[in-house]
């Protein structure tokens, strides 16, 4: 009997929703067995939108340019419209939006998630949003200027736990090759991991909500 891949519902209980859909299926043991190099022209597409400028935040399965300006992930310009404006200018949101799906959907595939290549516009199996917010009501005008020390905890905790990712997934590349399968529950550690730093980035780089990150890796 063929299992197929369902949508994997988006819960509420952060503004910040992150969820892949289990491939509950046999997955492609060879294009497995060489993402080493299967991903490299699609990474290359991603390092020429996102930039080398600013920092990078360790994703583990995926690197985040958090860039100040002009390439990568928007930060200082939305900081300074919400400091001054009280106004988060929507395209600046989309495009913040859009490219973290991207990145997300090029990190789900580097840790073997999905055998299905990265598009650069459609979600595929890989789920994520949150709601664009409404600055002037609902974002402290102030708090963008400490948000990213406030994160320094979840900063520690998921350098460790991308620790584990790393090899969990090398795991998991050994059972694909020889099951074809992705044990579950290190599918639902890695899901849970990225889901813990999306918020961590929606928080304390993007700015889209004033919540704080909490301590978990389920939704």
């Not at 598009?119 to 402290?140: C, I, R």
């Not at 969990?168 to 849970?192: H, K, M, N, S």
């Not at 928080?203 to 889209?208: D, G, R, S």
């Amino acid at each position: 009997m063929e299992h197929t891949e369902g949508p994997t519902t988006l819960r509420e209980e952060h503004p910040v929703r992150y969820a892949v859909d289990y491939p509950d299926r046999d997955l492609n043991r060879l294009a497995t067995a060489f993402r080493i190099f299967t991903i490299i022209p699609i990474a290359i597409v991603l390092g020429t939108i996102g930039g080398f400028q600013g920092g990078d935040y360790d994703g583990g399965a995926g690197t985040t340019t958090i860039a100040v300006g002009g390439t990568g992930l928007l930060f200082l310009p939305p900081l300074l419209m919400i400091l001054f404006r009280e106004k988060y200018p929507r395209w600046w949101f989309d495009w913040n939006l859009e490219l973290l799906r991207f990145v997300n959907r090029v990190g789900a595939y580097i840790a073997l998630m999905n055998d299905r290549y990265p598009s650069t516009d459609e979600q595929q199996s890989v789920h994520l949003d949150f709601a664009y917010p409404d600055a002037k009501q609902g974002l402290n005008r102030w708090l963008p200027l400490v948000k990213w020390f406030l994160a320094i905890p979840h900063y520690v905790v998921l350098f460790f736990l991308y620790i584990g990712v790393v090899v969990v997934v090398i795991v998991a590349w050994f059972v694909i090759l020889f099951t074809g399968r992705y044990p579950r529950g290190i599918f639902d550690y890695v899901e849970g991991v990225i889901r813990w730093h999306n918020r961590v980035v929606g928080y304390a780089f993007i700015l889209v909500t004033d919540r704080y990150p909490p301590f978990r890796l389920r939704p």
